[in-house]
């Protein structure tokens, strides 16, 4: 029998950041739009096991989720689990992201850990990436001015993602924090993107964009975040930042008004902009909507809604990318994790083993 890997293949954060400076960023985000397009037209649930996503949430210290995104593909024998945090005073009070993650996945045949690295910046590349791909299929191609509600850090990927697929030539940024308006535009010098970045009113905002993009950390209950205001009557939105009960972003109006394409049906029923609807005014899913595209032929000339909640099939996708791209760059470190050695049935044989080790290094040293 061939012998078991008992190693753990671990990505830290240093490790992914060698992953970007070497591949890049733009050629990351378009083999992840690239990957990502594939992975949902080929995505086929009677293979590929996706319960809706689970987790607390809390009030103290503070208020917060922790939620686990599992997924079982039967055909490769993995299991692909995402593990979320999301807690929006993390910028103010701590410096950090509001949403911070690990993506892990197992063998089937043993249950052993295969793998685990960072998904803080995975989460952001690929919640970019999901919006341009349904971009792609509802958005105008020649759109030119995208607006963006909300300034953090999905704001810098969503712009990144859509510059790839769209020639955006404006950008509209509105937030409630004013920093966040301000030091939008040296956060995204990275992307070295000939546009202009222009703080402007909501009111302008959403009536002058051809694409819109909400990823706001509004509280649940507080939502919309406009109200009768004038769009162009092809605008397209993704909406990223309502992804727990009782948090929206868009007015039910505009909703109603909107081809609504949801990310996961039945998790957006419950913590996206599809809560606020009923079944009928819910069009169809991102995986129908690609697997079909012929049907939705004229979708681009009319207002539509990508209800984006986060699919744990993104990041299965960005996760695959990047072990893909550490395999090759020879980065990572095998780490034994898991007490897996000794007498599968005696749980404390370690301690044998390491007393007879050490009596024998006695030994040598006298
Ligand atoms: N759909 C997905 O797959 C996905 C993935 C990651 C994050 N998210 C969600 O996206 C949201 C944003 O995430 P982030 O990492 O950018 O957070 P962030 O904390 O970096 O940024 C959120 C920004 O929203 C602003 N904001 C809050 N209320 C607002 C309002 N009423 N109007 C305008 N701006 C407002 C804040 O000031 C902040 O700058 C979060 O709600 C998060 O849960 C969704």
Known sequence: MPKLNNKTLVFSREDIHEIVKHVGLNQIMDELIHRLEIAIKSFDPSTIHIPIRSGFNYTKPDSGLVEWMPLYN?????????????????????????VISTISSYDTTTGQLKGIMDGVLLTAFRTGAASAVCSKYLAKPESKVLGLIGCGAQAVTQLHALSRIFNIEKVLIRDVDTEAMISFGSRCEVLNLDLEIETTSLEELVG?????????SIEPGAGPLFSHLKTKASVHINAVGADFPNKVELPLDLLRNSFVCPDF???????????????HEIDTDLAHLIQNEMNYADLQNQMSVFDSTGWVVEDNVVMDLFMEYGKKLNLGQYIEIESLTGDAKSPYDFINESVVACESNEKQIR
């Not at 593990?83 to 509001?98: A, E, F, M, R, W």
């Not at 998790?267 to 079944?279: H, S, T, V």
């Open 265 to 279: 049906l039945e998790q957006a029923k419950i913590e996206g902009e599809c809560q606020k609807l009923e079944d």
């Open 74 to 98: 039967e055909l490769k024998g993995d299991v692909v689990i995402k593990l979320v945090g999301y807690h929006p005073n993390n910028p103010d009070k701590h410096q950090i992201p509001s």
């Open 208 to 216: 002058e964009s051809d694409i819109i993009c909400t990823a706001t």
